[in-house]
């Protein structure tokens, strides 16, 4: 189990590693098509956005239920590690879904205003 637990706090790095430039990536590319009125490329990242909300709410799901059960049925001191390590793993995700699902609200907003000052411009 000591092993697992050691696993366990590589793949949570690796994830904030990996997730967390990729978010902000995300961020400058939807600035740069706002900034360039490519509505279509900001709709598509939007949509992306969506996606990760859901797959980290997902994944923080069946973290949550690994734990649970890791807690329920082993005993052992290591087995309890193992799940306080995978219930923070489910905290990181369901943090990082809030954060996605805020920037997908804010993207979508952006939208809705860009869309809004098109329609006025085409009827004016």
């Not at 980290?56 to 193992?82: E, K, N, T, Y």
Request: proline content about 2%; hydrophobic content about 55%; overall charge neutral.
């Amino acid at each position: 189990m000591e092993s697992l637990s050691a696993l366990m706090l590589v793949i949570i790095a690796l994830f904030l590693s990996v997730t967390v430039p990729r978010l902000y990536g995300d961020w400058i590319s939807w600035q740069a098509h706002m900034r360039e009125g490519d509505l279509e490329q900001a709709r598509r990242v939007m949509a992306a956005e969506n996606l990760w909300v859901q797959r980290h709410f997902w994944c923080a799901a069946a973290a949550i239920a690994m734990a649970v059960l890791l807690d329920s049925g082993a005993p052992d001191a290591a087995a309890h590690r193992l799940a306080h390590i995978t219930k923070v793993y489910a905290g990181i995700s369901l943090v990082l879904a809030l954060i996605e699902s805020l920037f997908a609200h804010k993207v979508s907003a952006a939208l809705a205003v860009a869309q809004d000052g098109k329609r006025s411009s085409e009827m004016g």
